[in-house]
């Protein structure tokens, strides 16, 4: 089948997250970094649900961060279209947690 509505562009999901997400501070004084693949179902009414982690970072605080940011994407995101019918559509997104040098230290 063809889905006709797609996200926004990811370059504005991307941004979101990045200016969403929360490292947390447990982890940062731990000096944990790892990407977190996240995969999510959004509605047909837009929202989303079923948030899990298809692919952990090795460490339990950066993948619920991760599952975290990615529930607040509701608004990102509208409803697949197949066939001029709204579908459920499965998504996958990628979240790295990368401490930069002069953070690690804090």
């Not at 599952?67 to 997104?93: A, C, D, W, Y």
């Amino acid at each position: 089948y063809l889905l006709t509505t797609a996200p926004k562009p990811k370059v504005i999901i991307n941004k979101f997250i990045e200016q969403n997400l929360q490292y947390p501070k447990k982890a940062r004084n731990e000096n944990q970094q790892g990407k977190v693949r996240v995969e999510f179902i959004v509605e047909k009414d837009g929202s989303i649900k079923e948030v899990y982690v298809q692919a952990s970072s090795g460490y339990r605080l950066l993948d619920e961060a991760a599952v975290n940011v990615v529930k607040q994407l509701s608004e990102m995101f509208e409803p697949g279209i197949v066939h001029g019918i709204n579908v459920r559509t499965k998504f996958v997104q990628l979240i790295t947690f990368k401490l930069d040098k002069d953070k690690k230290k804090k």
